[in-house]
């Protein structure tokens, strides 16, 4: 089973920038491709960014292109999400999850979810 605990969240004013990270335990990370999610107050949980097992491919949503960076270290078993221009429609809760390919990671719903870390973006 394989467990996934992400952090870094916080509040910060429009414009600002976090880094979240998500450490994953329990099977062989490298085997996996990595997304980042997201869920709004009211909102469906929707896909963000997703990364490759090596790191050299990657996708994001249109409305966090050229704002966000995913990126993986298969060496910490860990991957990140550097946001920066932050939105007040950013706030949500975000989660990172495990997939099997790039083009599926954005519809993938398994029970690998993690407790998620919340970003709140005040105006």
């Known amino acids: 089973q394989v467990q996934l605990v992400e952090s870094g969240g916080g509040l910060v004013q429009a414009g600002g920038s976090l880094r979240l990270s998500c450490t994953a335990s329990?099977?062989?990370?490298?085997?996996?491709?990595m997304g980042w999610f997201r869920q709004a107050p009211g909102k469906e949980r929707e896909f963000v960014a997703g990364?490759?097992?090596?790191?050299?491919?990657?996708t994001y949503t249109d409305s966090v292109k050229g704002r966000f960076t995913i990126s993986r270290d298969n060496t910490k078993n860990t991957v990140w999400l550097q946001m920066n221009g932050l939105q007040p429609e950013d706030t949500a809760v975000y989660y990172c999850?495990?997939?099997?390919?790039?083009?599926?990671?954005?519809?993938?719903?398994?029970?690998?979810w993690g407790q998620g870390t919340q970003v709140t973006v005040s105006s």
């Open positions: 999850n495990l997939g099997r390919s790039l083009s599926t990671i954005p519809t993938i719903n398994n029970d690998y």
């Open positions: 329990g099977r062989t990370f490298t085997s996996y491709v």
């Open positions: 990364i490759s097992r090596n790191g050299l491919s990657t």
